[in-house]
């Protein structure tokens, strides 16, 4: 696998709380992306980073926020969960041999808003 | 704008049955095409991609403009082939993949 963990890997919240997720990585690849997968809806682009304090929305970007502040660290913020944002959670780099489209994912992080 | 569409949520073969998962997207411009695997307790990981124009585990997908169809095949299933399949698409330009819905494929023993 590449070098991707994300953590926490399950976390269990209450409505109106702050989350962060976080995805590291050890690869020094320049782009990061977020996605949720939820049945029905397949993988979801949340947002996308292409390099340092750069990043860009996605196709689900309502009620998350991100932040990149070095190359291997990519956080989702989500400001105050909603029970509409339990879902599995993939953090994905791109930018190695196999070009900017080949992208490699992490392990998921579960999180379930009660 | 693009969409990639994979209208079987389920399916289902025999081992050593020929199996087809289908894709189809819209797009206008030139897409790359590409097929990424799920397995049990595993991460998501590239299957393979149009442009390579490889064979991976067996595995074949053929991208046919015409049809806007990029459809999976493989001529003999096998067990370990059971897993979670999703087809993607990148636009012109783009550095971020679309997915579909994705198809979960059992081959029953």
């Known amino acids: 696998d590449a070098g991707i963990t994300q953590s926490p890997r399950h976390k269990v919240t209450e409505t109106g709380t702050p989350v962060t997720l976080r995805c590291h990585q050890t690869?020094?690849?320049?782009?990061m992306y977020w996605y949720r997968q939820d049945p029905g809806h397949g993988l979801r682009l949340i947002h996308y980073?292409?390099?340092?304090?750069?990043?860009d929305k996605g196709e689900v970007s309502d009620g998350y926020s991100v932040s990149r502040s070095k190359t291997e660290d990519f956080l989702l913020t989500l400001e105050s969960a909603t029970s509409s944002q339990t879902s599995v959670y993939f953090c994905?780099?791109?930018?190695?041999?196999?070009?900017?489209?080949?992208?490699?994912f992490g392990p998921g992080t579960r999180l379930t808003v009660l | 704008a693009q969409r990639v569409t994979q209208p079987e949520k389920l399916l289902s073969v025999f081992k050593g049955a020929p199996v087809e998962l289908k894709c189809n997207y819209s797009?206008?411009?030139?897409?790359?095409l590409f097929w990424y695997v799920q397995y049990s307790r595993q991460r998501l990981q590239l299957l393979l991609r149009?442009?390579s124009r490889e064979s991976i585990k067996g595995f074949t997908a053929d991208l046919n403009k015409g049809e806007t169809s990029f459809h999976l095949k493989k001529p003999f299933a096998q067990e370990e082939d059971s897993a979670m399949y999703y087809c993607?698409?990148?636009?012109?330009?783009?550095?971020?993949?679309?997915f579909g819905t994705g198809t979960r494929l059992t081959v029953i023993p």
């Open positions: 149009h442009i």
């Open positions: 980073s292409y390099g340092v304090k750069d990043t």
């Open positions: 690869e020094n690849h320049r782009y």
């Open positions: 797009y206008s411009g030139s897409p790359e």
């Open positions: 994905a780099i791109s930018g190695g041999t196999g070009g900017y489209n080949e992208q490699f």
């Open positions: 993607a698409l990148s636009s012109t330009g783009a550095n971020n993949l679309f």
